[in-house]
């Protein structure tokens, strides 16, 4: 039998579980998580590769309306997600269920030239009526495609493998089988510090953050990795939060996301990190191109 491939695309709005989704899907941790909206900015790919069959994971930015030229940057993103895919996976939240964000994208999506899948994700944590009601909601809206399941506990995960065979295509593998992301090393880690930063911050800082990754340098020996970033920040005020008394979050910071990145690289990691203010860079350009929001 011919080889089969395809590309699917998580769309919902921010927090919904779609970062959390493509990681189990593709079963390693390739894009960042929190518990806060709008932690994804970029497109991720995630791929998923077996004998048979090749899926491609398109994880996308949720959907808000774009407060500056870095919020505009991610809804093109996710925009650009809806265009030549196999399916659309539109994710809900079914514990606080369908809202008029998720009804406005859904209105959206009947416009859609590929078929679309909706889940119902966090299962593990909504009451069958929540579940039930969601339902209603998602096939008020017009589609009638709906699965539940839990991105955190893996439940239903291996039935949406089983369903999204049924829109693959004849096709090549476009990545090679070990691979699971097209997102390069460097960036991932950069991601792992904003991560962090995302967590262990409050309020307005992070969002407000950027994060490059200047130089990784394997040291002669092999045995470790020394890895230069900065945090970008807007404000001097955000600077000195970020650093902390005497430098205890920063050093924080770097201490929990030098364990991901030693996971992730399989070495040891020495990360250097340094703060920088750079006035409004959610609105500049040459900064946004320098992170890789291109
Ligand atoms: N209980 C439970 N929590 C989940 C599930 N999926 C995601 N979460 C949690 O929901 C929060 C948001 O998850 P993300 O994967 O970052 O959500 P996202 O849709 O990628 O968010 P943005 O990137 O901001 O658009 C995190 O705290 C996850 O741990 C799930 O199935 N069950
Ligand atoms: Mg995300």
């Known amino acids: 039998m011919a080889y089969k491939s395809g590309f699917f695309s998580l769309i919902g709005c921010p927090n919904v579980g779609k970062s959390t989704l493509i990681n189990a899907l593709v079963g390693q941790k390739i894009s960042i998580v929190t518990d806060r909206a709008q932690t994804t900015r970029n497109r991720i790919t995630g791929v998923v590769t077996r004998d048979e069959y090749q899926m491609i994971f398109l994880d996308t930015p949720g959907m808000t309306v774009p407060k500056n030229r870095l919020g505009e940057y991610m809804q093109k993103t996710a925009d650009d997600c809806l265009m030549d895919v196999e399916a659309i996976l539109f ?15 859904l209105s959206r999506l009947k416009k859609a030239r590929c078929p679309v899948v909706v889940l119902l994700n966090k299962c593990d944590i909504s009451t069958k009526l929540q579940l039930d009601e969601a339902r209603q909601a998602v096939e008020a809206a017009g589609f009638d495609n709906i699965h539940p399941i839990s991105a955190f506990t893996g439940k239903g995960l291996q039935e949406l493998e089983e369903l999204l065979q049924n829109y693959l295509v004849e096709g090549p593998q476009y990545f090679p089988p070990d691979m699971v992301t097209d997102q390069p ?24 953050i950027g994060v490059s990754m200047d130089k990784m340098q394997l040291r002669e020996d092999k045995q470790l990795m020394d890895c230069y970033a900065t ?9 000195g939060i970020i650093i902390g008394k005497g430098g205890a979050m920063l050093k924080k910071i770097g201490s929990e996301a030098r364990k991901d990145m ?14 920088k203010i750079k006035d409004d ?9 320098e992170l890789g929001y291109e």
């Not at 945090?231 to 600077?239: D, F, P």
């Not at 030693?262 to 703060?275: A, P, S």
């Open 262 to 275: 030693e996971w992730l690289l399989g070495m040891r990691v020495n990360l250097q990190l340094w703060v």
């Open 91 to 105: 994710l809900v939240d079914a514990r606080k269920g369908v809202m008029d964000r998720d009804k406005q994208i």
């Open 185 to 208: 090393e460097r960036l991932i880690c950069a991601e792992m510090i904003r991560e962090k930063a995302l967590e262990l911050l409050k309020d307005e800082v992070p969002h407000g």
């Open 281 to 289: 860079w959610r609105n500049r350009q040459s900064v946004l191109n």
């Open 231 to 239: 945090i970008l920040c807007e404000r001097e005020s955000h600077k």
